[in-house]
Nanobody, 125 residues
Framework: QVQLVESGGGLVQAGGSLRLSCAAS????????TGWFRQAPGKEREFVAG????????YYADSVKGRFTISRDNAENTVYLQMNSLKPEDTAVYYC??????????????????WGQGTQVTVSS
């Protein structure tokens, strides 16, 4: 079992920055990949970024590459999403997810078996 709790969302102006955190508990954190997804109103949930269990490999959606950075601190059982140069189209509920089944990072939400409750990010123009 894995429990995930996101924090750090909020309202920011376009061009600004936010850092999301996801605190994990339960199963040993350093044994599974984690990812960030987001869902805007009326849209499907989409992959944003993912990181392997060791933190050695990271993956990004094209829409955020160069602006967002995913990282993890296995000693603190926390994964982060640093979001810079935010745009209004980044507005969404952001979810942290854990995949305890596979060793590689998946871009498919269906391969993640644990989810946080989500945190709202709103970017004003």
């Amino acid at each position: 079992q894995v429990q995930l709790v996101e924090s750090g969302g909020g309202l920011v102006q376009a061009g600004g920055s936010l850092r999301l955190s996801c605190a994990a508990s339960g199963r040993t954190f350093s044994t599974y990949a984690t990812g960030w997804f987001r869902q805007a109103p009326g849209k499907e949930r989409e992959f944003v970024a993912g990181i392997t269990w060791s933190g050695g490999n990271t993956y990004y959606a094209d829409s955020v590459k160069g602006r967002f950075t995913i990282s993890r601190d296995n000693a603190e059982n926390t994964v982060y999403l640093q979001m810079n140069s935010l745009k209004p189209e980044d507005t969404a509920v952001y979810y942290c997810a854990a995949d305890t089944t596979h060793w590689r990072v998946s871009r498919s939400q269906y391969e993640y078996n644990y989810w946080g409750q989500g945190t709202q990010v709103t970017v004003s123009s």
